[in-house]
Structures are given as structure tokens and as C-alpha cells.
């Protein structure tokens, strides 16, 4: 989510985007709070991984009772030293207490890396494996790029929670009371003064550190903008370039890069007070004990051996304190960054909300007499809500804007046959397809497939009786195989090749040695427009379905290319029922059926001859592209 700052000059070289993000102006509807995490969604995170940060808590106590005792020792070695005493063993054993403490914390050190990778790992997984199962109004209204920031950047966050955070800070605190019992025994007075030092510092810490949570969150956001417009900008880049928009473009991602680093300075700002904070703590008790203590030993009170060990447990005291206000400081990063992870695996996934209309039909309880597809009385609109996910929202009241798109849609699409959608642009024909896939449910009316209502089916069943082949961008980057592959992952190579002929698209593979493993590009750019088209369909094909929905591209072809897409059409039609929006008239004159629809509503429904008698629309499509 973004909270950029809406400027003219941004939204004069932004298109505005075609709908809003869910979320208003975050939850609490105040402009700066965005998702918030709570220290207890931490947990789940941490308990994943018990064992082993159980290990390394067994370890912090080892490693603390190891620090704890080399100024017990210190104070044995000056006494022994005063009373003239040989040291032999003593010695011996400062040298194994150093290098046993040193072992442990390499071993703890590597325990914790590793254990920060894994979080960061599941929290990856959690966030795309529900992410990917969102319903598609999600994805009209999110920014791709900000997605997969959250993904590639707010995941890594987690990672400093476990290395410099929380489990260091439980063998810190074992050594920072084990050190104040210590002290305590020394001389009580002197730890009076010091703790009341410290109490200072503890408690200036604790009041900045939901400033870092804040500002850490923030911080993220803008990672987020900037990949989001970086996103933008390459998967346009053509457009970009032929607008002689690349300067702009640069810009326009310069300025969410700089927005980007103005709240990590920021947050550099924040944190940066908490080190010194420590730092002075460390002086100040210092000198304190230093003064104070140095009276006590001319008074007689305590011992030169005593004020030097409890020096020594003093530095041990903060030391753990400045790692405390580490883990403060990260923890608070972390929560940033997880409200905006906990916000996406918080979305219902497709499905998940559901109004059940009665219980869902037995698989294959489709009936064989009932019409392939039929709308009956279908009326839709879009919901469109105002979110802090792009720039022009800002400072703007959530609302939910309806809109409706089709008006009381009523046809059937017989079994075995071929059905046309023709009508102008925006008349709502993509629509149309997006409802009987599921992409959305009616607001009202029915959508049957054989004759059973399709909020009936179980998504996985009716997709997989369906192919789908939509307007645009419908190549994958990757190989000629894994794109036929995608929906038919079985098929062999014998199949891939004879659905590529069966399209007209055999000769590609003759134009790289690789054949069927000759790389498309992202969004198949070695491909012509037509040919993209033709291979979408022949993966559509090769899963063989009996209902097939083809949203033919606007794309002008030319002759040949169109005569090759006619063929194609006439080839996935044998069979099997065909469902295709065509711009072009030519490429379905020969329909069974052809239905007209204007402005959400269908205005005529008849064969190439009947509509041209009945309906002016048709008449007037028909004219344009010289059939008449
Ligand atoms: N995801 C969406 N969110 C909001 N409105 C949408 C969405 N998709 C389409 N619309 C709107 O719904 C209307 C119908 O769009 P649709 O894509 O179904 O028309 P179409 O007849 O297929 O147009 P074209 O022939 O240009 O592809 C348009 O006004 C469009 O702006």
C-alpha cells in the first residue's frame, strides 16, 4: 500500500489507475496508520522454529553463565596476585572460559542466521501461496509491483528479528541479571546509582521505539511505491520509449526511489538515538562508579578486587542492554513490515467468502440436454473501493463506488455449437466470460453451466471443463512447452506438437533448433500478435475441454494471420462448444449463433442473415466491416 503524496505534476504522468485498492486510508482511517502487526503475530513465526531457537536458548544461558564468571575469575586472579599466591590454574582457566564463550556464540550465531532465513522463507511461502489465490478483484485493484515488494523485500525484515533481536536479547537478559545479583552482592549502594542510570536511558528507549514501528512502516510502503512504478514503467517499456516518455519515466521512479530514502533516513534518525542512548548509559554509570566507588574503597567499605569486578559486571550489564535496544529497534522494523505481509495473508482467498446459494451439485451432475452455457437474467457491477494503494486517493473518504455493467444479460450457448458475442467496445463482452469462469458472481440472475448454476460448481470442476483464452497478454514468459503445458501438464510432446499444427503455429518450431523449448520471452515478444493469439489457443486446446471461451485480441491482423486464426477457431470448435467475442466479424459470420450486446444488455440474438434483417446494431457492425 502507498501513501505517496498525490502532486499535479505526478498525476499528469501517471495514467489514474481504472480502480482502487480495498483498503481505505488504513483501518483506523487516520492518513498516516497503515496495516498495524500486534508483537503476538510474531510468535506464530517464532514457534515454527522452537527447537532449534531452543538450542539456542540453552545456548545464550551457557554462553551467559561463561561471561558471567571471568570477573569472578579477574577478582581471584588480583587476589591471589596481592596475597603473592602462584595463579597456574586460575589462569588456565580464564583462557578455556574466553574460548568456550567464543564457540558458543559462533555456534549460536550460525543457529540464528539460519533460523532468520527459514522465517523469512515461510513467510514468503504464506504470502504467495495466498496471495496467488486471491480472488481477481484483488488483482484489479492492486499494484503488481507493490505486491511483489512485499514479497522480496517486507519477508527480509523478519530476518533481523531472529539474528539481532529477540532470542539475543534472552541470553542478554540472563547476563544482565545475573550481573545485577552480582553487583547486588558487591555493593548494594553502587548499584543504586547505577540502576537509576540506566532506568533513564531504559525508559527514553521504550518511548521512541513505536516511532521506529511507524516510520520502519512507512519506509516499506515506499520500497513498495517505487517497485510498483518500476514495474510499470518495464512492462510498458516499449510504449515508454516510443512516447519519448523515458526521462519522465526515469523521473517518476527517481522520485519514489528518493521517498523511498527519506523514510529510511528517517528511520536511520529514530534508531540512531537509541545507540547513543546506550553508549551514554554505559558513560555516565561508569563514571558514577568510577567516583563514587573509588570513595568507597579509600573509606574501607569495599575492596580495590570488588570495585574491579564490579566495573567488570557493569560492562557486562550494558552490553546486553545496547543488544535489548537492538531487539527494540527490530522488533518495531519487523512489525512494520509484517502489517503490510499480515494484511495480504489476512484477505479471504477466492471462494472463501461465498454466498452460498444451496449446496454445491455432485461433480458431474451437469445435465446432457441443457444448453452449454446460459445467462439467465444476469446483471453485474464492478465494486470499486477507494485505498491508499495509489497516489490520487490521498486525503480522499472511502467510497465505494458501484457501477453496473450488465443490465438483465439473458442467452443460451448450445451444446456442440458455436456462439458469437459481437458489439461495440466497453458493451461489456469480456464481462461476460469473466462471469462464467468465475472470476466473479452475478449480482444477480444465473450463470448455468448444463444447466446447473455455476455458484453450484466447485471452481476447480468448472475450470477445469473450461478453456480459457483471454484478450491480452495471453503468453507466458518461459518455453514453447511450459506455455502449452501450463493447463495440461501431462501432455506429451507428440500432443504439444500436433495442437501447434492444428493452430497453424507449426512452423515456429522450425525457427529455433530448440523447438518446443525455444524460450517465448517475457510476455512472448518473438512472437507476432497473431502468433501469441494461435498459441494461447492451442494451450486452451490441448487440455481439450468440452466448453471453450475465446476472447479474440483487438489486434488488426492481416489477411493471413486472420485467415490462420479463422482456421484456428474452426479447429477448436470441432467438438466441442465455443464461446468467442470476436471484433471481427468475418472470423464468426458463420456462427450458429450470434448474440449482439450493447451497453450491458443483449439487443439481438440470431444467425449472420437474421441480424443483419432484425438488428441495426448488428446491420451497422456489419456494414463497417464491409459483409454487407
Ligand atoms: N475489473 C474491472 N473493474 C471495474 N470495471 C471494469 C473492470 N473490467 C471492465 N470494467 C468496465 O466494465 C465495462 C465493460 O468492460 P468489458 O471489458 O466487459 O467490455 P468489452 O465489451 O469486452 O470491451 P472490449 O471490446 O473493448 O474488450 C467497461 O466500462 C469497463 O471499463
Known amino acids: ?203 527514553t528507549v521504550v518511548s521512541i521505539s513505536g516511532r521506529v514501528r511507524t516510520a520502519s512502516r512507512k519506509q516499506q510502503e515506499k520500497v513498495g511505491d517505487l517497485a510498483a512504478a518500476v514495474e510499470r514503467s518495464i512492462s510498458a517499456i516499449r510504449t515508454v520509449r516510443a512516447s519519448n516518455a523515458t526521462e519522465r519515466e526515469i523521473a517518476a521512479v527517481d522520485k519514489d526511489a528518493q521517498g523511498a530514502w ?165 458493451a461489456g463482452k469480456s464481462t461476460i466470460l469473466a462471469l462464467i469462469e468465475r472470476f466473479y458472481d452475478p449480482t444477480s440472475g444465473a450463470v448455468r453451466f448444463g444447466g446447473v448454476d455455476v455458484r453450484q460448481l466447485d471452481r476447480v470442476e468448472l475450470r477445469s471443463q473450461i478453456g480459457y483464452v483471454e484478450q491480452d497478454a495471453p503468453v507466458l514468459a518461459g518455453s514453447i512447452r511450459q506455455n502449452l503445458l501450463l493447463g495440461s501438464p501431462e501432455a506429451t510432446d507428440a500432443d504439444c506438437v500436433e495442437v501447434l499444427h492444428a493452430v497453424n503455429l507449426g512452423e515456429v518450431l522450425s525457427r529455433s533448433p530448440e523447438g518446443l523449448d525455444a524460450a517465448v520471452g517475457e510476455d512472448g515478444v518473438m512472437l507476432s500478435g497473431g502468433e501469441r493469439q494461435r498459441l494461447a489457443i492451442a494451450r486452451a486446446l490441448l487440455a481439450a475441454p468440452p466448453v471453450l471461451l475465446l476472447d479474440e485480441s483487438t489486434s488488426s491482423l492481416d489477411g493471413l494471420n486472420e485467415q490462420m486464426l479463422r482456421e484456428a477457431i474452426d479447429a477448436v470448435a470441432e467438438n466441442r462448444s465455443l464461446i468467442v467475442i470476436a471484433h471481427r466479424l468475418s472470423t464468426v459470420v458463420d456462427s450458429d449463433q450470434i448474440v449482439v450486446v450493447d451497453h450491458g444488455r443483449v439487443v439481438g440474438v440470431g444467425t449472420h442473415s437474421e441480424l443483419v434483417a432484425s438488428t441495426p446494431l448488428y446491420r451497422e457492425l456489419a456494414k463497417h466491416q464491409l459483409l454487407v
Do not use: C
Open 1 to 203: 500500500m502507498s501513501t505517496t503524496t498525490s502532486t499535479p505534476e505526478k498525476e499528469d504522468d501517471r495514467p489514474a489507475p481504472r480502480s482502487r485498492s480495498p483498503f481505505g486510508r488504513g483501518r483506523g482511517g487516520k492518513p498516516d496508520e497503515g496495516p498495524r502487526a500486534k508483537f503476538r503475530q510474531l510468535l506464530p513465526f517464532l514457534f515454527e522454529h522452537k527447537k532449534v531457537l531452543s538450542v539456542v536458548i540453552v545456548l545464550s544461558i551457557l554462553g551467559a553463565a561463561a561471561s558471567l564468571a571471568q570477573p569472578l575469575l579477574v577478582s581471584q586472579v588480583i587476589t591471589v596476585v596481592q596475597a603473592g599466591n602462584p595463579l597456574d590454574m586460575l589462569v588456565w582457566a580464564l583462557i578455556a572460559l574466553v574460548i568456550i564463550s567464543g564457540l558458543i556464540s559462533g555456534f549460536q550465531h550460525y543457529l540464528l542466521q539460519r533460523t532468520g532465513t527459514s522465517v523469512v522463507l515461510s513467510a514468503r511461502r504464506q504470502l504467495v501461496h495466498r496471495m496467488l489465490r486471491l480472488p481477481i478483484s484483488q488483482f484489479d485493484t492492486r499494484r503488481t509491483g507493490d505486491l511483489v515488494s512485499r514479497v522480496g523485500s517486507d519477508t527480509t525484515l523478519l530476518y533481523a528479528v531472529i539474528t539481532q533481536g529477540l532470542v539475543d536479547a534472552i541470553g542478554g537478559s540472563l547476563v544482565f541479571f545475573g550481573a545485577l545479583i552480582a553487583m547486588l552482592v558487591i555493593d548494594p549502594v553502587l548499584l543504586g546509582l547505577t540502576v537509576l542510570v540506566i532506568a533513564v536511558s531504559v525508559v
Open 262 to 426: 527519506e523514510q529510511g533516513v528517517k528511520v536511520a534518525k529514530i534508531s540512531a538515538l537509541v545507540v547513543p542512548i546506550a553508549g551514554i548509559a554505559l558513560q555516565v554509570s561508569f563514571l558514577v562508579v568510577l567516583g563514587v566507588g573509588g570513595f568507597r574503597v579509600a573509606s574501607g567499605a569495599i575492596t580495590i578486587a570488588s570495585l574491579v569486578s564490579f566495573i567488570l559486571f557493569l560492562f557486562m550489564m550494558i552490553m546486553p542492554l545496547g543488544q535489548a535496544f537492538g531487539a527494540i529497534n527490530s522488533v518495531n522494523q519487523a512489525l512494520g513490515a509484517l502489517g503490510r505481509i499480515q494484511e495480504i495473508v489476512d484477505l479471504p482467498i477466492e471462494g472463501q467468502d461465498d454466498r452460498a446459494i444451496a449446496a454445491l451439485a455432485a461433480p458431474g451432475s451437469a445435465s446432457p440436454d441443457a444448453p452449454a452455457i446460459e445467462f439467465e437474467n444476469v446483471h453485474f457491477r464492478y465494486d470499486e473501493k477507494v485505498a491508499p494503494g495509489d497516489s490520487s486517493e490521498q486525503g480522499a473518504e472511502k467510497e465505494e463506488v458501484e457501477t453496473g455493467v450488465l443490465h438483465g444479460i439473458s442467452f443460451a450457448a448450445g451444446r456442440g455449437k458455436r456462439t458469437a458475442i459481437v458489439g461495440p467496445s466497453g
